[in-house]
T-cell receptor, first 112, second 113 residues
Framework: AQTVTQSQPEMSVQEAETVTLSCTYDTSESDYYLFWYKQPPSRQMILVIRQEAYKQQNATENRFSVNFQKAAKSFSLKISDSQLGDAAMYFCATNAGNMLTFGGGTRLMVKP | DAMVIQNPRYQVTQFGKPVTLSCSQTLNHNVMYWYQQKSSQAPKLLFHYYDKDFNNEADTPDNFQSRRPNTSFCFLDIRSPGLGDAAMYLC????????????FGDGTRLSIL
């Protein structure tokens, strides 16, 4: 079985600053993907970024980047130049075992 | 735009009265999923269809059923809703079950009176 742990239930960041959301996971699979999903209040869950476990290079998508440490089973999300629209629940997930396993989520608040 | 559409956005039903939630997709994906999400919690997978093959999670109550009459549509039936079934229900699709990301609908918020 897979487990995903997000140790920060809530985080806050000042607009234009940088924030890092933590995620650790556990799996015995060798080939899998890791994802960060964003769920704004009462809105659709959308994919922010994904990382292939066999790639050492960290994925980036505009202001969003990850720090993937495979040996440590760590997959943190860095949001640069935070914007008010980044306020949301963020879920870390893995598809190891062919089904998505989510972490408990981190609520990110952005202060103007 | 290709998307995952859930209807209705909000559904109110009475305790014990059967209710059906619907999901449609224009992505032509093979896999459709139903999740239950309670307030400030992670989504919990109820079941999924891989094409016509139904896959139930071990801890999904018998009260929850699903139908997929064709590739585009999938339904979630709750036969006798209890107060504990009040939640957001999310439908998602993916091209297959391996490394493809899942695409989510807006969800249906179910309230039980």
């Amino acid at each position: 079985a897979q487990t995903v742990t997000q140790s920060q239930p809530e985080m806050s960041v000042q607009e234009a600053e940088t924030v890092t959301l933590s995620c650790t996971y556990d799996t015995s699979e060798s080939d899998y993907y890791l994802f960060w999903y964003k769920q704004p209040p009462s809105r659709q869950m959308i994919l922010v970024i994904r990382q292939e476990a066999y790639k050492q290079q960290n994925a980036t998508e505009n202001r969003f980047s990850v720090n993937f440490q495979k040996a440590a089973k760590s997959f943190s999300l860095k949001i640069s130049d935070s914007q008010l629209g980044d306020a949301a629940m963020y879920f870390c997930a893995t598809n190891a075992g062919n089904m998505l396993t989510f972490g408990g989520g981190t609520r990110l608040m952005v202060k103007p | 735009d290709a998307m995952v559409i859930q209807n209705p956005r909000y559904q109110v039903t009475q305790f014990g009265k059967p209710v059906t939630l619907s999901c449609s997709q224009t992505l032509n994906h093979n896999v459709m999923y139903w999740y239950q999400q309670k307030s400030s919690q992670a989504p919990k997978l109820l079941f999924h269809y891989y094409d016509k093959d139904f896959n139930n999670e071990a801890d999904t109550p018998d009260n929850f059923q699903s139908r997929r009459p064709n590739t585009s549509f999938c339904f979630l039936d709750i036969r006798s809703p209890g107060l504990g079934d009040a939640a957001m229900y999310l439908c998602a699709t993916s091209r297959d079950r391996s490394n493809q990301p899942q695409h989510f609908g807006d969800g249906t918020r179910l309230s039980i009176l």
